[in-house]
């Protein structure tokens, strides 16, 4: 074990030299089961001095406490271009301080489908108060290239998510009929070191059957407004089991947002 140990502090060479010292008069299953004790016990203490979360609980923390949210949030208004089946319009977008989302469009009927992602864009970056606490690890997989595999410890909640780092890098939902799948595939950084969604991929299966039905991949884009992250792009490519695909997008421009700043 020397090369594990090599720059340990002094307590922890201290507890290794008592353990090699008590094989010389103890049989060799003990010696084997203190030293295992003992590196057991010094990847913990390695772990939390690394600021590793120990638990799903802290993992949970750590990927919420990752978020952008808006604090103190102002509103703010801006100009509006919706785009799908190559048909576009104009129009304006207001957000009060509550987030509710009011959308004014030309043929508001055509493009109603806008206001589901205007909404879900705005509701996330509003704060969501404690992190969820209830869950635990749902296997032992401590590699996986998405991070831990998380579940809520309620059975009665079949919800998953997997956690890397500080990011919720998936989630899986299921309904009645059909199941879902968001897949986070790349995040924008704040220059706090906060992140906002970029690149995720929705899927969806129906049930039981667990036939395919369709896969949406989306990006947005965000920019800083007298201190607010506020987003300007939404693009929304939907695939679906029929062989048909749609393509929606949204843009915001010509933001304005009150001088009375959020704090993020």
Known sequence: YTHFFTGRNNLERSTMKSS?????????????????????????????QAGEPATAAE?????????????NF???????RVSADGMTAEGSISVDRDGTVKITL???????????????MIGHRLPTGEAISD????????????????????????????VKGDVLTEVHRAAENSRFTISIA??????EGKHLPANFIVTTWELPSERLKSVRQVHQEW????????????????????GTTTSQQIEL???RVPLASAAR
């Open 74 to 80: 102002p509103g703010f208004e801006a100009r509006l």
């Open 186 to 191: 790349d995040v924008q950084r704040t220059p």
């Open 253 to 255: 421009f010509d933001h």
């Open 20 to 48: 090699c010292f008590s094989c010389s008069r103890s049989s060799a299953l003990r010696c084997f089961l203190a030293a295992t004790a003992t590196v057991v016990a010094l990847v913990s203490h390695t772990a939390l």
């Open 223 to 242: 920019r800083r407004l007298n201190g607010v992250d506020l987003p300007t792009s939404y693009l929304a490519i939907s695939n679906r089991s029929d």
């Open 59 to 71: 993992l949970m923390k750590q990927a919420h406490d990752g978020r952008a949210e808006w604090q």
């Open 135 to 162: 869950v635990e690890f749902a296997d032992d997989q401590v590699d996986h290239p998405h991070g831990r595999l998380l579940r809520s410890a309620d059975p009665k909640d079949k919800t998953l998510w997997r």
């Open 106 to 120: 030309p043929d508001a009927a055509r493009f109603a489908w806008a206001q589901r992602p205007l909404d879900s």
